[in-house]
């Protein structure tokens, strides 16, 4: 009976000895599992409070249901959505000059080209169609080699341009095959200026733009083409270009004044104003609300779709009759017999700012001659003086 007891007392004290073993081992790892937690996952103390940590069983102590220790892998990170980059708008401002480029009077004469305030509302950038015809290209295979002269660069980097604050794009206006070769003349100008993104031509010459045409077409790169003039509608100028070469254009540029008489037209896409400052022999064309409705009216007759712009008049030979000059009273001794689409740059940016309709999708175009019809032209219509320091209604007159 003895030997029964004492064995039975035996098992309880090692039963015993091993419940306080399991105490004070839990008792030991305790403050180590806090510190793992701590300094690799934080997971309890920060769920359940800092008296919690990681237990053997990976959950912690005191909030159960809250796993912790060795986190299952969450399987790759997804990708973000990229933010779409928004498409740019193709609104664009051509400036197209005659010989001169923009060294003429009637700019000259202005401190700006066009005035800033609301531009980059109406356009995203400018194309400048710096005119050729007094380019003379580079030769690269001398030693040293000679650049080609300024007059293209003069053009893409004119100042009042620049002053618009708008990306520039760099164009060429090509004409008059006879002196130099249409294929020449592209050869040389994309050897002096690999980065043009386009050219220009004149439908008054239509033997060179065949010839043109013709060389353009046989280029690998793709550029962007124009052809400036007044066919009307788009369909008017896809039949002229297809007898004229069969170039497909981007643009064609219709021009919305007159040079001379035109076609013995009594009419004009402005209302008549009031006259230029003597001793200009110039009635200008009315800056009003009705004059520029009267502008956009009869803009979107012609300019349809996206690719035929509206073009005006910054300087040169842009001036017509449109009534009988007998019937122009005499007034400060002068006969009012011309009319001078010669608009000022605040004109063209108050046309701009009141348009009444979308036309041409945004694209709008100003064309900057050189001089005035002299007489034994076929429409010898001038305003006078006609020297060089005339700049009629292009700058604004004192009543403007």
């Known amino acids: 009976m003895n030997s029964i007891c004492l064995i039975i007392l035996l098992a309880a004290v090692i039963v015993l000895v091993y419940y306080v073993y399991l105490k004070y081992r839990e008792g030991f790892e305790s403050p180590s599992r806090v510190?793992?937690?701590?300094?690799?996952?934080?997971?309890?103390?920060?769920?359940?409070?800092?008296?919690s940590w990681c237990?053997?069983?990976?959950?912690?102590?005191?909030?159960?249901?809250?796993?912790?220790?060795?986190?299952?892998?969450?399987?790759?990170?997804p990708t973000p959505t990229p933010t779409p980059t928004p498409m740019p708008s193709n609104r664009k401002l051509f400036l197209i000059p005659e010989a001169f480029g923009f060294n003429v009077p009637e700019i000259n004469n202005q401190v700006e080209l066009l005035p800033t305030s609301s531009i980059s509302k109406h356009f995203d950038s400018i194309v400048v169609c710096a005119n050729s015809a007094k380019y003379v290209a580079g030769n690269h295979n001398s030693n040293p080699p000679v650049p080609p002269n300024n007059v293209m660069t003069d053009q893409w980097n004119n100042q009042k341009v620049k002053d618009l604050k708008l990306p520039i794009e760099k164009w060429a206006f090509v004409c008059c095959n006879e002196s130099v070769p249409a294929s020449t003349k592209i050869n040389n100008l994309l050897k002096d200026y690999p980065y043009i993104d386009g050219f220009i031509m004149d439908f008054e010459d239509p033997k060179s733009v065949t010839a043109f045409s013709t060389e353009f077409k046989k280029l690998k790169k793709k550029y962007k083409f124009g052809l400036i003039g007044f066919r009307g509608n788009l369909d008017g100028w896809k039949s002229w270009?297809?007898?004229?070469?069969?170039?497909?254009?981007?643009?064609?540029?219709?021009?919305?004044?007159?040079?001379?008489?035109?076609?013995?037209?009594?009419?004009?896409?402005?209302?008549?104003?009031?006259?230029?400052?003597p001793p200009s022999?110039?009635?200008?064309?009315?800056?009003?609300?009705?004059?520029?409705?009267?502008?956009?009216?009869?803009?979107?007759?012609?300019?349809?779709?996206?690719?035929?712009?509206?073009?005006v008049c910054g300087s040169g030979n842009c001036q017509e009759v449109i009534w009988p000059t007998s019937s122009m009273s005499?007034?400060?001794?002068?006969?009012y017999e011309c009319f001078d689409e010669r608009l000022s740059g605040k004109f063209i940016m108050d046309l701009i700012d009141g348009k009444t309709q979308d036309v041409?999708?945004?694209?709008?175009?100003?064309?900057?001659g050189t001089g005035q019809a002299k007489s034994g032209n076929k429409n010898p219509v001038s305003c006078k003086p006609i020297s060089t320091g005339d700049w009629g209604c292009a700058v604004p007159p004192n009543w403007n």
């Open 55 to 77: 237990k053997e069983d990976k959950h912690c102590h005191g909030c159960e249901d809250i796993t912790c220790g060795t986190q299952p892998d969450p399987g790759p990170t």
């Open 360 to 368: 041409a999708g945004g694209n709008f175009a100003i064309w900057y």
């Open 330 to 335: 005499d007034k400060n001794n002068i006969k």
């Open 281 to 311: 022999n110039a009635v200008c064309p009315l800056n009003d609300k009705a004059s520029i409705n009267k502008f956009w009216k009869s803009a979107s007759k012609s300019c349809n779709g996206t690719t035929t712009i509206p073009t």
């Open 35 to 51: 510190t793992e937690i701590v300094e690799k996952h934080n997971t309890c103390q920060t769920q359940c409070g800092s008296a």
């Open 241 to 277: 270009a297809a007898q004229h070469g069969g170039l497909s254009f981007d643009y064609y540029f219709n021009e919305l004044y007159t040079e001379g008489m035109y076609e013995n037209q009594t009419t004009s896409y402005y209302n008549i104003g009031k006259d230029a400052d």
